[in-house]
């Protein structure tokens, strides 16, 4: 069964850094692009960052850029969000997802998705 394990959330403070992981299992992790969204409680889910499956092609919202890193370690089958200077309107549950070829921005493209890790960030 395919797997995606989010890890790395918690209760931080303005200003603060926080790298998210996501651990895959039961899938061949280098043939999806990989990609972050979020959810606050009563919005839509939101595109955050994305990666190709080799590495060399991201993307990000806007309201991120700059801030957010994506990247993915393909021999530990591991995705990573690092996130800087974080400001309360981050705060949401963060998911990762995997899709079959090129990135893209749209939830509905992703085939598998972790179960979220919250990330809070107060002012």
């Known amino acids: 069964q395919v797997q995606l394990v989010e890890s790395g959330g918690g209760l931080l403070q303005a200003w603060d850094s926080l790298r998210l992981s996501c651990a895959a299992s039961g899938l061949t992790f280098r043939s999806y692009a990989m990609g972050w969204f979020r959810q606050a409680p009563g919005k839509e889910r939101e595109f955050v960052a994305a990666i190709s499956w080799g590495g060399s092609n991201t993307d990000y919202a806007n309201s991120v850029k700059g801030r957010f890193t994506i990247s993915r370690d393909n021999a530990k089958n591991t995705a990573y969000l690092q996130m800087n200077s974080l400001k309360p309107e981050d705060t949401a549950v963060y998911y990762c997802?995997?899709?079959?070829?090129?990135?893209?921005?749209?939830?509905?493209?992703?085939?598998?998705w972790g179960q979220g890790t919250q990330v809070t960030v107060s002012s």
């Open positions: 997802a995997a899709k079959l070829g090129g990135i893209g921005n749209v939830p509905s493209q992703y085939y598998y």
